[in-house]
């Protein structure tokens, strides 16, 4: 039985399209849990931090309040704007979702062990995170409303402009590794993760991972003191959903980055015995989780920036000291001879 | 398999690139682009160049596409106005296109790549390595005085961007974000005994901090505006 | 060895950025225009001298090559740039004074024209083509609230953009067939295959109508009147300068090099340009009453002269068209030191009627001009004189006495309309005087009147230096 069953998996076409699918849902349920979760972590830790409650009201400790917001959500009546573009508006929520989804293929959480090991997994990752501004931008205009417009167009300028920085942090980490593949990232950080030795890396991905989904102190783009709720502004019910869930999948995302690139992803702190007991997904998940913490903390924290801050923060900071730190890396291993040449074999 | 695939993505491609010319919204024309810009990088994933494909998506559809966008949403392009001269200059054009067409028609009909090429040496991929690895070692090693010219030409892309857009207008309320950071409470705020009774604006109204024109920078703040009394703000 | 080949190149450009960084970090009261300046005509001159003791050889895995006929280029390109730099010191753009992004920018064109001057291989061509195009469109428009500068930016860009296609399109078609980009393989390949194929030569085809673009031949003149008319005076005289140098000496090298062995097929191609920018230079510069717009007719017809040289296919033809370049350079930085000395209470003024009586008003300048024009027409023993004997006799070497005709009676047609000037200068009633010259001006008109004049004392060494570059080019 169970020969016949690794045969039809391990050895057939369809076998392996089961496979693959069954792979994809074992990262996909937990993810969506996960989100589903956050928005009630999210909620709880504010109300903690600002000595409030929470909720509190659907079952205990309110652990039902997620779903009870998803069954509101759904059952509530999708509103499409007069002179609205039909398809493009129904559209950038459901692209919003499904990238946030997809870029999960490449993420391992234990020693080759992803949907997808590929070679270039931090250029997809990078890829797939650049293409997020699409869905805002393209609800904004389809939306056909001056705040929504407004939304997309900030998220479009910020998006772009932190997507520079982000991509020469992650050069400054491949020039470490000597590979793009997300696998062997991790595995660089077996002796030391790339926090410690690029501790202001670390940081300054963190902040631009923050401006990458547009999480505060960034998000500028719904900022609902002066846009309403930005480019989400017309949008209701499942459309509306499919936002948030997107939004609160891509803070995972980008926790996930940040644990693989500067917190060893799945390796325990030290590799002797009791932490080596304890199996690499959970600590994935641990990070992820602190890293979600920070979010939701800094959140609670800081103030919106005004948006030249923002941009001036993003070029004229971030962009100089990301490029001198990449510059600053390779002269350092090249003159210490510690440059890797994993890629050339 | 691949076959097929290769059939779908250079399909949806040649399809998406007819509707980025023939679109009426420039918008849609765009969008079509992307999936242009998608499709062929699923080409180059399936010709096993998935670091191409990779920085197709970064940079053409994550960075170049977004500003396209950005623009054109901004537009207000008329399309009518936009195909006036369509009919006059499409014969044209039509014309020119169908010579081209017919020389490529010519070349590839004879296509022979010279047969002495073995005769010379070619910079090529050493086994094992991976195409990313094998197109840093062209790119920063063999050709890297390109590399530097061509970073040269962005810079010159970018000192003529300057150059023929940027004006300095004293109009701007820009922030001087050191001196900003310089300013200290005592600047900022002024802590007056009141009277019991008697509001503030018997006492000439709201002051604006002096420091205001102090941190706005050079030139873009005008300390003798007159002041902001709060019956001009319209209570 | 790489670095030490292209060790011009790299100073020039450490010097440009380190010029760039002075002028951005100057404070805005003090204008770092003429600092720049002054800067950037140092460099020139320290690359220049770097570029005559630059050792032989190739490098960067054959894109890059340094011999005796890259040098010559360099030099020539070099002299253009720097000659133009000094003409923008007395600049004033319509909202007057000068940005020091300019001399900077002119700086850049001239790594260009050194990248392509040294290319051996057709992504050289290309990227150094891009860098000394892309500055130069900039540069066009740089007098931005000026309509016609706009203008001529925006069409220099759009056409040179076709342009560029073109030459890509000949880049891959060559490529696609010949299988690579190196001139050495590439010549290696065709003369071992026996021959090219027809995909080859389409490729050769387009490659000779995207540099045409650039030197402005016919049939790929349309932008020049409008470019050189609108452009600011010190752009137009360096656009017509040292890119076209740069420009020739690509078309040389690779139709002597890569693609020698098809000289036969390549001639007729050459000839018929030559000879259709000769006549159209000559007949449409005749009613013109711009003189910007009447040395872009004149410079069209220049190029024609230029290409006989190419289109003999010799090793005289090539040292004749070097020593034609070497001369027209000159002479041309001299006329538009006189054109961008036509001001009138700080507005120029480049009406050809507008120079009427300068004989009495301003004798220096209009001496000067009278020279520049004889030379232009190829009057002995001004320095045009001799370039223009050089590629005749080359011609007539070759046996090109169809070319050779056109090019006498077309030489014949463009004395009228150089006289036309000099009878303007000195018969006609005068015109209200000029503004005072500025120094920069006046030294350039006058050094260059004095190179013209007496180019016959140089030609000897010119002469060599050409002939060492054409045998370093056809061996």
Redesign the interface.
Known sequence: MIATLSNFLFHTMLGHVVLVALETLAVLVPLLLGVAYLTLAERKVMAAMQLRKGPNVNGPFGVLQAFADAIKMLTKETVIPSGANRFLFLFAPFLTFSLAMVAWAVIPTGNGIAVADINVGVLYLLAISSLGVYGILIAGWASNSKYAFLGGLRSAAQMVSYEVSIGLIIVSVLLAVGSLNLNDIVLAQRHVWFCLPMFPMFILFFISALAETNRAPFDLPEGESELVAGFFVEYSALAFGLFFLGEYANMFLMSGMTSILFLGGWLPPVGIAPFTWIPGPIWLIVKILFCLFCFIWVRATFPRYRYDQLMRLGWKVFLPLSLAWMIGTAGFLMATGLLPHQGVS | MTALVFYVFATILVLSATMVISARNPVHSVLFLILGFFNAAGLFLLAGAEFLAMLLIIVYVGAVAVLFLFVVMMLDIRVSEAREGLQRYAPFGAAVGAVLFA?LI???G????????D?????GQAAGETNTAALGDLIYT?????F???G??L???M??A???TLR?RPTGRRQDIERQHARTVADTLELRRLPLGRSVRELGGFARPTSYSEAAAKGSYDPHAPVLSDESRGE | M?WII?FPELVL?LCGLVI?TVGVVQK?STNPFAACSMLTIAAFAITGFLVTVSPDGS???H??VNDGFARFMKVLSLIGGALATIMTLSYRGTSGGG?F?LP??IL??T??TM?MASSDNM??LF??L??SS??I??LC??D?DSVVSSES?LKYFILGSLASGLLLYGIS?TY?????M?Y??IR??????GG?????M?GIVFLIAGLAFKLSAVPFHMWTPDVYQGAPTPVTAYLAGAPKIATFALILRIMAGPFGALAPQWQLLIEMISVLSMVFGSLAAIPQTNIKRLMAYSSIGHMGYALMGLAAATPGGIRGTLVYLTTYLFMNVGVFAGIAAMRRKGHETTDIADLSGLGRTSPGLALMMAIFMFSMLGMPPTAGFFGKLMVFSAAYGAGLYGLLAIGAITSAIGAYYYLRIVKVMYFDASAPAFDTRSPSLAFLSVSMGIVTALFVLVLGPVTSAAQAAASALIG
């Open positions: 020389e010519l070349a590839f004879h296509w022979r790549i010279a047969p002495a090429i005769a010379v040496p070619h910079l063999h050709y890297v005085l390109l530097q010219a061509c040269l030409v810079l010159v892309a000192i003529g300057i150059v023929l300095e | 790489n292209a450009t760039l805005k490098g960067y895995e894109v890059f940005r992004e900077v920018l850049f064109s790594i260009g990248l992504m050289t990227v150094g891009e860098l892309l500055a469109y900039i428009a740089f931005r930016g078609l696609g067939y010949g299988g690579t190196e050495g393989a290696t390949v065709l003369i071992q295959s090219a194929s027809l995909g080859l389409l």
